[in-house]
Structures are given as C-alpha cells and as structure tokens.
C-alpha cells in the first residue's frame, strides 16, 4: 500500500449543486473531522470545483479512485 492517503471531499455547495438542496447531511467541516479521525487517513482537502484536478496533479499518486469506482 501506498505511505501516505490523501481524501478528497466536496465542498457543501458543491454537493448541493450536485445532488439537490437536501445535501449535504453533514456540513463539510463535520466530514473533514471525521475523516481525520481515522488513523489511516493523512490528509483531508475540500473542493469546490466538479473534480478536483488542479489539486490532484499536485500529489505524485500511485494510486487514485473516485467515487464508487473504487
């Protein structure tokens, strides 16, 4: 495996635009939290944008997924 997991997460407005006014169930400041909670995450970024590529190309990944392509 790899020796460092960067998670990506959408920003809240960027799910509301996504997915309906409904979303998100939890504000992202709560996910990012959560996320970091986890011991094997390293990193946590919110975007804004639909992908987030101009952060992306910023790490030398091994390894990338998105969504339920995992």
Request: charge should be positive; include cysteine.
């Amino acid at each position: 495996m790899g020796d460092v997991l960067i998670v990506a997460i959408n920003s809240d407005k960027s799910l509301s635009c996504l997915k309906g006014p409904q979303r998100p169930l939890y504000g992202e400041k709560e996910r990012v939290k959560l996320l970091l909670s986890l011991k094997s995450i390293d990193y946590v970024f919110v975007f804004g944008e639909q992908m987030p590529k101009k952060n992306l190309s910023r790490a030398t990944a091994g390894y990338s997924g998105k969504g339920r392509r995992l």
